[in-house]
Each structure stands twice: as C-alpha cells, then as structure tokens.
C-alpha cells in the first residue's frame, strides 16, 4: 500500500510540472532524419539463393526532410503532422562460383505522418514527450538500375502504404528564438513496400532470376526546429486564460 502511494505521489508531480507544457500552442517548424536499418526491425541484410548463384539486399543508408506542424489542445497533449521526403538506399550483391557483383536502387517516397504527443516538463525550459500514430507512406515510382552484369528490377507492392509510428526525444524552448527537438522514431509499415526481381547477366544473356521483398521499417535520429509562437497570438492567448481563470474571494 505504501508502494502505491510513492508512484501515485510520483504520478501527481509529473502532472503537475507538466501542466504549461503546450497550453493550446500552435507552431510550425522542419525536421530533418539519418534512417537506420536493422536486423531487429525487420529491414537487415537479406539472402536469396537460386542454385549456385547468391544474392544479398541490404537497406544501406538513407534520410527523411519536411516540414511538420505542432497544434496543442490540452495542457499536456499535442498532435503533430506534417510531410515529409524520404530516400531509401539498398545495395544489391551478386555472386556465382568465384564472380561476384554489386548495384543498387534508389527508393524515393513520400510520408503523412500524424502523431499523438504527450508532454512532461523537466525544467524551465525542457520538455520530454512520447508519441505514437499513424503514418502515410507513398511511393510514385517503380524502380530499374541495369549494367552489365545484372539488373535490378523495384516493382511497388502498392501506392500507398500505411505503417505504425512511435517516438520518443527531449526539447528545449525558448520565447525568442523558438523550440530545438533532438529524439527517435519508428516507422514500421503493415507490410512489404517492394518487390525486388534480379537478373544475373552474362554476355548479354540472363542466366538466373529471382525475386524478393523489401520491408520499409526503419529507425531514425530525429532532429527538429519549430519557429516561436507569434507575438500577438500568444498575448491573446495569455489573456484569455487569465480572463477564463477563476477569481479568489
């Protein structure tokens, strides 16, 4: 039972000291995010084989840029979306007997991320947030990258594609010169985003075929930069809350 109490006592600081954490804020700002790619989401290198020949596709590097707009309604809650370009490499390797051979493809996509962010203040200027949402990812294009030795073919699952979104970062806030964000995302979508066919070419004449897929997840550092709040808007917010606060007798 006294256990209870501390996290409840806990719990009831954490509110307290998050109360003028976004107090119905509206800001826009533009973000920039290095992707990561990992075995542990899904997204590490994978191996195909078709008789003695081998091939290994592996998401490389790739990053994210776009505008994003804040838009509190409750003291500790704010919904963020924006849109965002996005790049995804992925290296192609080929081998057969004592021959082996490299490419790549270029993925060029586009995301509607929305997100449900939640405040807790951890100084006089410092912010922690958490979020989770949804997000629209949309690629245009199917993909061909061809030389000499083989060719790599990106076919679209589809248009659109939606996934699961959850981050997790620190801001610091200033009146005058506006709110820095550093944190991490996930995008993680339903299913596959490419299928991938590679054909392994010798004197001009394909020798062996496969197909795989790609999935989309990923992991990304975040970095954010959001303008200050206008001038005029904030005083009139500032007085319609003092005017709404309740007069003491």
Same mark, same amino acid.
């Given at each position: 039972m006294r256990k209870l109490s501390r996290i409840f006592l806990v719990f009831i600081c954490m509110t307290s000291l998050s109360l003028q954490a976004q107090d119905k804020i509206k800001t826009v700002g533009f973000q920039i995010k290095p992707l990561f790619f990992s075995s542990f989401f899904g997204t590490g290198p994978? &191996?195909? #084989?078709? #008789? $003695? =020949? &081998? =091939?290994?596709?592996? *998401? $490389? #590097? !790739?990053? +994210? +840029? !776009?505008? %994003? /707009? @804040?838009? !509190? =309604?409750? *003291?500790?809650?704010? /919904?963020?979306? !924006? /849109?965002? =370009?996005? %790049? @995804?490499?992925v290296s192609i390797t080929a081998s057969h007997a004592s021959q082996t051979a490299s490419n790549s493809l270029r993925i060029i996509g586009y995301e509607i991320p929305f997100s449900q962010l939640i405040f807790i203040r951890l100084g006089e200027h410092t912010f922690m947030n958490a979020g989770a949402g949804i997000c629209l990812n949309i690629f245009p294009s199917d993909v061909i990258k061809r030389d000499s030795t083989f060719a790599a073919y990106g076919g679209r699952k589809h248009s659109f594609v939606p996934s699961l979104l959850a981050n997790i970062g620190v801001e610091y806030r200033t009146p005058k010169s506006g709110y820095f964000y550093f944190g991490a995302s996930l995008n993680r979508p339903f299913g596959p985003i490419y299928n991938v066919a590679i054909d392994y070419i010798q004197n001009g004449i394909v020798q062996n075929s496969t197909l795989g897929s790609l999935n989309g997840s990923y992991l990304s550092a975040d970095f954010k930069y959001f303008f200050p709040e206008d001038p005029e808007k904030k005083k009139v917010r500032k007085a319609k809350r003092k005017k709404e606060e309740p007069v003491v007798k």
């Open positions: 994978q &191996s195909l #084989s078709d #008789s $003695s =020949y &081998s =091939y290994t596709l592996k *998401p $490389s #590097s !790739g990053y +994210a +840029a !776009g505008m %994003v /707009i @804040r838009q !509190g =309604y409750t *003291p500790t809650l704010s /919904i963020e979306f !924006g /849109i965002n =370009y996005v %790049v @995804r490499n």
